[in-house]
């Protein structure tokens, strides 16, 4: 099946404390995005990722991280989290950058006390 | 700032009534408008797309009308079903020139009652 996956779901932490998300996906797509979805707000994009090796900042890059070692995988990474990270992340990923449609992953709940 | 404002918040509708959402725009170089729909626990999924190119554009029970001028565009869900609850959500792409990224509205969310 088709899918973009992230792990965990669901997090607890405390302020400080790296952590990192997960997310793959089995399309074969070059680009791969993070956004977070807060009330109100929609979803704003962190950071994107062209192909392997290729990231860029998107409109709210601060405090977060990423990687592309593998064209399949785009992980998330928090060095220092703050409450104000708090939020519902996002993992998407496209076949390119012409085709509008992006597929999206579950999502991941983070709680930051 | 919001480039791209949805209203309205939430939308109360009757099966089998019409759910109207709207969409403004301030960026010109935006040139792809898809709808994304979202059920609670799920990531969004792409409902329907429009470019600037055509005014309107319907799949099944979903039309997008796009006022290029007004730099409005809206998603109209025609004989609404209890299973169009969900939250909407419109969004805006320059797409090469901007690393692909969607620019979402604030999202609607839709309760259909039976």
């Known amino acids: 099946e088709a899918q973009v996956t992230q792990n965990p779901r669901y997090l607890i932490t405390v302020t400080g404390k790296k952590l990192t998300v997960t997310c793959s996906q089995n399309m074969n797509h070059e680009y791969m995005s993070w956004y ?13 990722s062209m192909n392997v ?14 990687s592309r070692k593998e064209k399949r995988n785009f992980p998330l990474i928090l060095e220092s989290p703050s409450p104000n990270q708090t939020s519902l992340y996002f993992c998407a990923s496209s076949l390119d950058l012409y085709t509008g449609e992006q ?9 930051v006390l | 700032q919001q480039q791209v404002k949805q209203s309205p918040q939430s939308l109360i509708v009757q099966k089998g009534g019409i759910s109207i959402i709207n969409c403004a725009y301030e960026n010109t170089a935006f040139d792809y408008f898809p709808w994304y729909q979202q059920f609670p626990g799920k990531g969004p999924a792409l409902l329907i797309a429009i470019r600037p190119d055509v005014s309107e554009k319907k799949e099944g029970r979903f039309t997008i009308s796009f006022n290029k001028s007004a730099k409005q565009f809206s998603l109209h869900i025609m004989d609404s079903q209890p299973g169009d609850s969900a939250t909407y959500f419109c969004a805006a792409s320059s797409g090469k020139a901007a ?16």
């Open chain 1, 103 to 111: 597929f999206f992953g579950p999502g991941t709940r983070l709680t």
């Open chain 1, 53 to 66: 090796e290729v990231t860029d900042k998107g409109d709210v890059p601060e405090g977060y991280k990423v």
């Open chain 1, 36 to 48: 977070r979805q807060d009330p109100g707000l929609g979803l704003r994009q962190i950071y994107y």
């Open chain 2, 99 to 114: 690393g692909n990224k969607l620019t979402f509205g604030g999202g609607t969310r839709v309760l259909v009652k039976p």
